[in-house]
């Protein structure tokens, strides 16, 4: 798990005011005595809200834009829970139920004490903590404060102090031991009322069809009710939530912007795009369609993209910024399920000053037919051993993996975009290999282990000729934004390219 500096130093590295700044070392301030015992469904009636919060973290600053917060309040409103307001930190398993933040209403303001339990897991001795703190113009935090407040604004619950940052905290005895994962500030949450969801009706035959785009596959289902098509899985993000489409003669018509909810951190929409006209600098844009539209073929099963150029984005709850997008997206009636060798995963890229390795994972077998990709998975072996994700090292896992799912993403240290898969790993080590393993009915097989070359990459001394730039996901940027962690192709006169993460000030 990532622990972003030291307690009090935190933000000399954290802020990108202060990011080009050493990171001081004052006295050890005195902070808020931290609670041991988690909350758990505490009483109250439940509300469902939308969080947007700006957050501050190793990965630089980001404007978090449709998070999903749940909200309990005592039946004479005098107290107020949140659930996972420190979004993705709240729950230990998948079976677990979350942790819960207090707060005390008076009037309009709700005051939320420091020293709350956020996250506690026994097994692994972790116990993480809500801390309210102020930073100076250094970059350094500079005081701990007894609690935070919020405002409550009719319906809207809002930061009292932008100034002060909501903190998960991990104390311990000496300055190298406590620290910060995260900052959060500039809260706005409001309630979301209903959501329509779209669900197949009970008489209605639900098919499992897989789906082809570039760069990877998955499987989705898709039933029918008269000319009504129900198709859940267009979303990476969100692949249970069925969206509606209407049939017309041989094409399928999608409707845009439908709100998905069964992710678990995120409100989501589906849209599609299309690449727009080049902006004032000759970069290519995305415009988003208020639909999209698939040829209908064959026996009816067969639903392609047109144009095959066209992506379906999730894309946030304002719309403002999108998550993940397929392009070249073909449904069609998959053959069924038999056992297969899988094809050998590959290496793309290795940064080892980073610890970031980048690699491709076929969906397909040994001999180029394609397979199911929710029964295909990949495992790592460090120095020889079978190599496991931890929740103790891994954040936003819930539970040990050793097989990683071929389409799982925890958006921290593990993506996953089509084949490509980006691996942020938290040990060092001398020698690595990968393979891939499908298992059908309980037979398993695997690639063979593949090693991967990880050598450091030797300083360049040629001239620079150019620069590209992709995202976690493998998607080409073309305006880099301040707070934005890239991965950078560097391409030099001698011909050599190089590769490393760089977050963008």
């Known amino acids: 798990m990532k622990k972003f500096l030291l307690a009090v130093a935190a933000a000399a590295a954290v802020f990108a005011s202060a990011a080009e700044r050493p990171a001081r070392m004052p006295a050890r301030l005195p902070g808020v005595p931290v609670d041991q015992t988690p909350v758990y469904n505490p009483a109250g009636e439940e509300e469902l809200y939308i969080m947007n919060v700006t957050e501050v973290s190793g990965w630089g600053i980001d404007d978090c834009v449709g998070y999903k917060l749940y909200v309990r309040w005592a039946d004479d409103r005098s107290t107020i829970w949140f659930?996972?307001?420190?979004?993705?930190?709240g729950r230990y398993t998948a079976d677990e139920e979350y942790t819960w933040i207090k707060g005390t209403v008076s009037g309009n303001d709700i005051s939320v004490a420091a020293g709350q339990v956020i996250y506690r897991n026994d097994e692994y001795g972790q116990l993480l903590n809500l801390e309210a703190v102020t930073v100076n113009e250094a970059g350094e935090v500079d005081k701990f404060l007894p609690e935070l407040h919020f405002t409550i604004q009719g319906d809207r619950i809002v930061s009292a102090d932008d100034e002060v940052y909501l903190g998960v905290y991990e104390d311990g005895p000496t300055m190298d031991e406590a620290g910060f994962y995260i900052f959060a500030h500039q809260y706005s949450m409001e309630p979301v009322g209903e959501i329509p969801a779209f669900t197949p009706p009970a008489s209605a035959e639900v098919q499992s069809l897989l789906m082809t785009y570039d760069g990877g596959a998955r499987m989705v289902n898709v039933a029918r009710a008269d000319s009504t098509v129900y198709i859940a899985?267009?979303?990476?993000?969100?692949?249970?939530?069925?969206?509606?489409?209407?049939?017309?003669?041989?094409?399928?018509?999608?409707?845009?912007?439908?709100?998905?909810?069964?992710?678990?951190?995120?409100?989501?929409?589906?849209?599609?795009?299309?690449?727009?006209?080049?902006?004032?600098?000759?970069?290519?844009?995305?415009?988003?369609?208020?639909?999209?539209?698939?040829?209908?073929?064959?026996?009816?099963?067969?639903?392609?993209?047109?144009?095959?150029?066209?992506?379906?984005?999730?894309?946030?709850?304002?719309?403002?910024?999108?998550?993940?997008?397929?392009?070249?997206?073909?449904?069609?009636?998959?053959?069924?399920?038999?056992?297969?060798?899988?094809?050998?995963?590959?290496?793309?890229?290795?940064?080892?000053?980073?610890?970031?390795?980048?690699?491709?994972?076929?969906?397909?077998?040994?001999?180029?037919?394609?397979?199911?990709?929710?029964?295909?998975?990949?495992?790592?072996y460090l120095d020889g051993e079978l190599y496991t994700f931890s929740p103790a090292d891994y954040v936003y896992l819930t539970e040990d993996m050793v097989?990683?799912?071929?389409?799982?993403?925890?958006?921290?240290?593990?993506?996953?975009?089509?084949?490509?898969?980006?691996?942020?790993?938290?040990?060092?080590?001398?020698?690595?290999?990968?393979?891939?393993?499908?298992?059908?009915?309980?037979?398993?097989?695997?690639?063979?282990?593949?090693?991967?070359?990880?050598?450091?990459?030797?300083?360049?001394?040629?001239?620079?000729?150019?620069?590209?730039?992709?995202?976690?996901?493998?998607?080409?940027?073309?305006?880099?934004?301040?707070?934005?962690?890239?991965?950078?192709?560097?391409?030099y006169a001698d011909g050599s390219v190089v590769r490393t993460k760089r977050l963008v000030k």
């Not at 659930?83 to 930190?89: C, E, I, N, V, Y």
């Not at 071929?406 to 690595?432: A, E, H």
């Open 233 to 380: 899985g267009l979303s990476t993000m969100a692949p249970l939530d069925y969206v509606p489409a209407t049939v017309q003669g041989d094409q399928l018509f999608v409707k845009g912007g439908y709100i998905l909810t069964s992710n678990e951190r995120y409100f989501v929409r589906l849209m599609a795009a299309r690449e727009g006209e080049p902006d004032e600098w000759g970069y290519p844009t995305m415009d988003l369609l208020t639909a999209y539209t698939f040829d209908i073929s064959g026996d009816g099963n067969t639903f392609t993209l047109n144009p095959a150029s066209d992506f379906i984005v999730d894309v946030n709850y304002e719309l403002s910024g999108m998550f993940d997008g397929i392009t070249g997206v073909k449904i069609f009636p998959y053959a069924g399920d038999v056992p297969a060798t899988p094809a050998a995963p590959s290496l793309m890229s290795y940064n080892e000053y980073d610890n970031l390795m980048r690699i491709t994972v076929p969906c397909e077998d040994v001999d180029g037919n394609y397979i199911n990709p929710e029964k295909l998975a990949y495992r790592f």
């Open 83 to 89: 659930r996972d307001l420190a979004s993705g930190f």
């Open 403 to 491: 097989d990683i799912p071929y389409n799982f993403t925890d958006n921290y240290d593990i993506y996953s975009s089509g084949t490509l898969k980006t691996i942020y790993f938290q040990t060092r080590f001398t020698s690595l290999e990968v393979e891939s393993v499908y298992t059908v009915d309980g037979d398993t097989r695997s690639s063979g282990k593949v090693a991967l070359t990880a050598g450091v990459q030797a300083p360049v001394t040629a001239d620079l000729i150019d620069e590209s730039y992709t995202d976690m996901l493998g998607r080409q940027v073309f305006d880099p934004r301040p707070g934005s962690l890239l991965i950078v192709t560097s391409r």
